[in-house]
């Protein structure tokens, strides 16, 4: 059974950085893209970043590209997302999710995996 445990949410001022974790087992890690994505409520879940399965290429949504960054250390088996000048409207929950496959998928219902999430508040 894959698990997916993220960790690294908190509160965070306008322009301040948090740096998201999220450790995997259950399966190879190093086989399989990850991605992040997140839930601001009354919102519908949106993509943030994601990740090949050897780091070599990452993909962002727009409204983060240049701020954030996703990165995986194969050998901890974990994902990262560093999340820098944070603005109010990233207040969200934010996920992990693994697919089954080296690439990314495009949609987030081709994700097998999620975690349960971790809160990130960022206040003006």
């Known amino acids: 059974q894959v698990q997916l445990v993220e960790s690294g949410g908190g509160l965070a001022q306008a322009g301040g950085s948090l740096r998201l974790s999220c450790a995997a087992s259950?399966?190879?890690?190093?086989?399989?893209?990850m991605g992040w994505f997140r839930q601001a409520p009354g919102n519908k879940r949106e993509f943030v970043a994601a990740?090949?399965?050897?780091?070599?290429?990452?993909y962002y949504a727009d409204s983060v590209k240049g701020r954030f960054t996703i990165s995986r250390d194969n050998a901890k088996n974990t994902v990262y997302l560093q999340m820098n000048s944070l603005k109010p409207e990233d207040t969200a929950v934010y996920f992990c999710?693994?697919?089954?496959?080296?690439?990314?998928?495009?949609?987030?219902?081709?994700?097998?995996?999620w975690g349960q999430g971790t809160q990130v508040t960022v206040s003006s």
């Open positions: 259950g399966r190879t890690f190093s086989s399989y893209a």
């Open positions: 999710a693994a697919p089954s496959r080296m690439f990314p998928p495009r949609g987030d219902d081709e994700y097998d995996y």
């Open positions: 990740i090949t399965w050897n780091g070599r290429s990452t």
